[in-house]
């Protein structure tokens, strides 16, 4: 500013002085003062012509020019390209920071002081039916009219959640239980609130097998023991012959029995799924695993029936399997088993092992038993379920086998397949994956 004040003096002085010398020195001060007042109105059309750009179009500033409004407009437009760049940034991480939210797998939405929707991710939109956009300003009890939900938003006291059927058409459309919603709010720069709602369906039904499971555990295991004390009781309390001593002592053998294998199946569950997956290194004969569930099932059929049954085994192709030998065997046996136990005496079971043209390998067991309905089959893999209970503990059946021979298929990467008629039979498979088959023509080379 002093070097501005010292240029208007030397040019007022200047144009004093070329004035006298033109007009005479008595015209000197006239001339003078004439020089500042042009020198002022330069500068005020200067300020005024910045001033303009600023109001229509401040990105449209002259580039530097002479003289102080020429610096003054250069330094607001750096300010300004700094400011923008600022905004910028700040734009790119807010649009950062909603694409976060957008992908989150928990829903979220802002409310304003009246409960109108601000904003919402997709994922709420799509939990409770409402359109992102559309419904933009609508107030969220007006498109979400669960009354538990509802009561929970005027109440004010958000200490808990709420928990509701999600009402979008997407979310339960394809599944054959209600999708299960958890609603949370927050309250947060004064009466604005925030939900976030998250998805509780798989949490529910894990909840309810567990209890299904130490309810159904507890009633396998409470049978036997009641059929065992009663025969203690019988034996401490009643005189009885050597025969009949024999007998009980027999049947309490046999419940003792059915709780040991209740036990082991259970033990073998939890190992299975705490376990690691089986490692592809280790390879056992096919031939090795079939012959030895040939001879337990030969056992087993002349003990649940005298007549037997019509046994088959047959090996397409000579090959290896690589995984853990005794979960394999647990698999095939149990597939085994179970055919043999829902068989009729007299009746056939069929073994085989056969490589698919893709190089995968299929071990399946077929009988002529009395088949499964189509209702039944979804649900045979899960634990302790029985098509006819009676029947199941009869032959000395867990409720477990095909719980275990689906955890055993899942860490090898096999699928395993049911199909059944009612009246004509069952055929159970285990499809092992290519890269856990190999001939055994390829081991010779």
Sequence with gaps: MPFRIATFLIASIAIGVGAGAIFGWKFGWLGAWLGAALWLALDAWRAERLLQVLRNNAAGLPTRGAGVWGELSERIRKLLREREQQTRQAEDRLQEFLAAIQASPNGVILLDEQGRIEWCNQ?????????????????????????????????????????????????????SHPVRLSVQVHPYAGNRRMLLTRDITALEQAEAMRRDFVANVSHEIRTPLTVLAGFVETLQNLPLDADERARYLSLMSQQSHRMETLVNDLLTLSRLEGSAAPSGNQWIRIRALMAHCEDEARGLSGRLAPQGHRLSFDIEAESEISGAPTELQSAMSNLLSNAIRYTPGGGEVAVSWRLLPDGRGEYAVRDTGPGIAAEHIPRLTERFYRIDRSRSRETGGTGLGLAIVKHIAQRHGAELRIQSTVGKGSRFALVFPATRVREARVLAK
């Design 123 to 175: 994922t709420a939109a799509s939990q409770f039916g409402i359109d992102a956009e559309r419904d933009l300003l609508q107030h969220l009890a007006n498109l979400v009219r669960d009354p538990a939900f509802v009561a929970y938003l005027a109440s004010w006291n958000y200490s808990r959640d709420v928990v509701i059927d999600a009402s979008g058409q997407g979310q339960a459309q394809h599944r």
